[in-house]
Each structure stands twice: as C-alpha cells, then as structure tokens.
C-alpha cells in the first residue's frame, strides 16, 4: 500500500535531492511545492506585477497552469521551465510572495489534489502541517547554517561560481527567520514528525534513515 511522505525543512537541507532519490527507490511520484511557488513568482516579475499585490497575484494563478511531472519537469502554461525559476531574483521574489495568505490558499488546494491517489512525497515548508496533516510519514529536514553553507559552498565551487561562505552562512539564517517568522503558514516541524538531522550525514545515509522508516509504515499500514 502506497503512502503520503511529506518532508519540510528550512532551505538548503537537501529536501529536493532526498525526495527524488527516495521516490525513485520506492516507485513514489515526488512533487516539490516549492516549483509551484517560483512559477507564480516567475510569471509575477515577467508582467510586471507588483509582489504585494495579492488580488493581482490570486487573479494571476487562476490563470496559471503548473505541471509538475513523475521525471521532475515543472511545466509553467505548457513551458519547459529550467534555471529561469532558480534565479536569486526569483527565489527572493517567492519568498515575498510566499507571505501571502491568498496565494498560499490557491497552490495549497492544488497541492492537496495532486496527493489525493498516494504515492507522493511532497516537500515543502507546510506540508506535514497544512498541506497533508494526514500523510502517514511525516519528515522534519534539517541541518546547521554552517553544514548548509558548506554544501552550498561545495556545489557553486563544482559550477565554477565563486563564493563567500561567511555571507552563504549568514544568508542561510536570515532565510530561516523569514520562513519562521511570516504570520502564514511559518515553517515548523509538525508533532507527528520525525526530525532529521542531516549536519553530519551523507544523502545517502539521510536515504537510507527514511527509506526504512517508510518501508516500515508501508507494512504497518499492510497488516
Ligand atoms: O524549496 P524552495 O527553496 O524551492 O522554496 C522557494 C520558496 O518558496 C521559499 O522562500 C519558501 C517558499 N515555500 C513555501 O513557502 N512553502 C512551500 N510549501 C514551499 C516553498
């Protein structure tokens, strides 16, 4: 029998790479929530929006398409998207428009949709929260500042980008209050959650720590 998983944590945890390499291990479809956010962010800068505008911003998604599909392409109204949502420009514009009780309501409901066949693993920031209160396995990602600027540090140095890791750190944090401190929906680790604590693991220890707790809930939820 299949499961909802949904794993939250602050930025740079390494959601996206777990959830993928797990999906893929357990035939789950993984759906990063935080794609759907940048799409709207994207279209949001590319027409001039103003990012507080929520009415605009609301009127904006009911006219947007997100697919998110099983090989982990975002397709924003039929577009391929790529490192276009990735920018800094974007991921500051979405962390602004995250902060908005109407957008949040508008992916949430489509969240909740695409998880109502099982299977998924969701990650996000509100998942085990608010997106899927009653997903049976419930992750809560974390690791230091510093263990996330290393790895950061690690990945531009291996893209040939330069970097300044005291700043990494230290835009590492102040991303953690924003996500923390905003009145909807903050970041926080459900009850039912089960924290893991990546500073001093590798992705496939982290891999293997909740694959084994899913295959676990799998033949609980069998018998
Ligand atoms: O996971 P990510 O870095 O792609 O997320 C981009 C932004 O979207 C980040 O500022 C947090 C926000 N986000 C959110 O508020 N809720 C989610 N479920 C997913 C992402």
New binding site residues.
């Given amino acids: 029998m299949k499961l909802n998983i949904a794993i939250d944590g602050p930025?740079a945890a390494g959601?996206s790479t777990i959830a993928k390499r797990l999906a893929a291990l357990l035939g789950y479809v993984h759906l990063d929530?935080?794609?759907m956010?940048?799409c709207i962010a994207y279209k949001a800068l590319c027409r001039h929006l103003s990012l507080t505008d929520e009415a605009a911003l609301c009127a904006l998604i009911d006219q947007t398409e997100i697919e998110l599909t099983p090989q982990g392409e975002v397709f924003l109204d039929g577009e391929k998207m790529d490192q276009r949502i990735r920018t800094d420009e974007v991921?500051m514009a979405?962390?602004r428009i995250?902060a908005l009780k109407g957008v949040r309501e508008k992916l949430v409901a489509r969240q909740k949709k695409m998880a109502e066949n099982k299977g998924v693993i969701m990650d996000?920031?509100?998942?085990g929260t608010v997106v899927l209160p009653q997903a049976e396995l419930k992750i809560f990602l974390t690791a230091s500042a510093e263990a996330r600027a290393c790895r950061r540090y690690r990945e531009n140095e291996e893209k040939g980008m330069a970097s300044d890791y005291e700043q990494l750190v230290k835009d590492i944090a102040q991303r953690d209050a924003q996500?923390m401190q905003r009145t909807v929906s903050p970041l926080r680790q459900a009850a039912d959650a089960v924290l893991v604590d990546s500073s001093n693991l590798s992705i496939d220890e982290v891999v293997d720590l909740i694959r084994a707790m899913a295959e676990k809930k799998q033949k609980e939820a069998k018998s």
């Fill in positions: 930025s959601k929530t935080g794609a956010y940048r991921s979405t962390s995250s996000g920031r509100d998942i996500d």
